[in-house]
Nanobody, 115 residues
Framework: VQLVESGGGLVQPGGSLRLSCEASGFTFSRNAMYWYRQAPGKEREWVATITDSDGSTVYADSVKGRFTISRDNVKNTVYLQMNSLKPEDTGVYYC?????????WGQGTQVTVSS
């Protein structure tokens, strides 16, 4: 399993970013995919999930209405569109998949929201 995130950067409050996570080493279309984030000095927290079956999505309350998770099963890529960004969205963002009860992580991509 390999997960490679990209798209992070520095953005002003109210701005937008789109994160990407390219997956390989497993049948992408048959697995739910997840985004997590970890702020400095805090535990990693779940952000969003997209299912494998019908592409249903679920979001943490803190990002609901601002973030959108989506997937492209041809490109084996999951995305996180982040709008109306706030300073508290700052952190390292990770995509994740569970295979045979083992959670796998990418290396993460840094998102910094600051003026």
């Amino acid at each position: 399993v390999q997960l490679v995130e990209s798209g992070g950067g520095l953005v002003q409050p109210g701005g937008s970013l789109r994160l990407s996570c390219e997956a390989s080493g497993f049948t992408f279309s048959r697995n739910a995919m997840y985004w997590y984030r970890q702020a400095p000095g805090k535990e990693r927290e779940w952000v969003a999930t997209i299912t494998d079956s019908d592409g249903s999505t679920v979001y943490a309350d803190s990002v609901k209405g601002r973030f959108t998770i989506s997937r492209d099963n041809v490109k084996n890529t999951v995305y996180l569109q982040m709008n109306s960004l706030k300073p508290e969205d700052t952190g390292v963002y990770y995509c994740s998949v569970v295979r045979w009860s083992v959670r796998h992580w990418g290396q993460g991509t840094q998102v910094t929201v600051s003026s």
